[in-house]
């Protein structure tokens, strides 16, 4: 079978982020706690202060893009874009319920960015990036539109055994049915896991001071079944996986997760590990 275009990959991407997007929403609360210790991250690496042009990519429902607008302030402005209309849709209640005026979301390509050059004093991105059929394109948008002396930060999934929080449903779904093995150039939640990926494309570009590391924390639920469902509202990318499952075996494979995830018990909470890599890397001035 033929390998989708870039074409056809970003529009399956559309369709996937816009059907998650109400998941995103119902559990928007619950994973802003559980992981704004990232945006605070991007936002330091990408040394956002106040009066700056920040452009977040691929934005979803506002992470890190309204932390971002937070630090730079009335003076400064945020831009997020992203491809699904929808996941944009809630950033923006977000926005007004903080009464963030100065934050923009635009739906758009991050492959093709709608902006001139040397346009912005920093470049936000987290959990976006290893989703692009061509990462090196949109990695040479991103040095095309920042000025000079300016950073890039991104947050992008480490590899798969150092996640159970995205392994354990991943291979409970396995023993069903038998996926293909992970193509390393296609994209996909670990297409950056690689140390130095990324790194070395943003180095291509003539980026400088290029750091890549690795950050390990976990996610903590009260209960497995709030792991099982929240993670099964907002993965895209493991609900389309689910989808190959019948009726039956999904009963079953639900039940094997909900099952691995309580062996992470900790005290009152199941605490699963994850484990992003944080790259970060300076414009030349
Ligand atoms: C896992 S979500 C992350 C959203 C948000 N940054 C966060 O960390 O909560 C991935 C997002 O990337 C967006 N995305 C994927 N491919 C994209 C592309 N080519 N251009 C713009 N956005 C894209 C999806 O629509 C989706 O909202």
Redesign the pocket.
Known sequence: MASPSPEQ??ET??Q???RV?SG?EKWDRF?DEQ?AF??HRLVADARLRSGMRVL??????????LLAAQTVGPSGNVTG????EQ??EAARRKATSLKLSNITFTT????TLPFEAASFDAIT????LM???EIPK?VAEIARILKPDTWVAA?VWSAPDKNPYLKIPIDGIKQFVELPPPDPTA?GIFRLAKPGELAAMLQHAGFTDVSDQEFLSDVRFQAADDYFSSLMD???PIQNLWAKLTPTQQAEAKQRIIQTAGQYRNGSVIALPIAVRMIAARMPG
């Open positions: 990959i970003i991407q559309r996937d982020w816009n997007a995103w994973f992981m990232l945006n977040d990519l691929g934005s979803g429902t506002g992470y890190p893009a874009i992203d491809l699904a996941m944009l758009g390509d991050v492959t991105t987290r959990f976006c989703f692009l059929p949109a947050a994209p907002i993965a895209a």
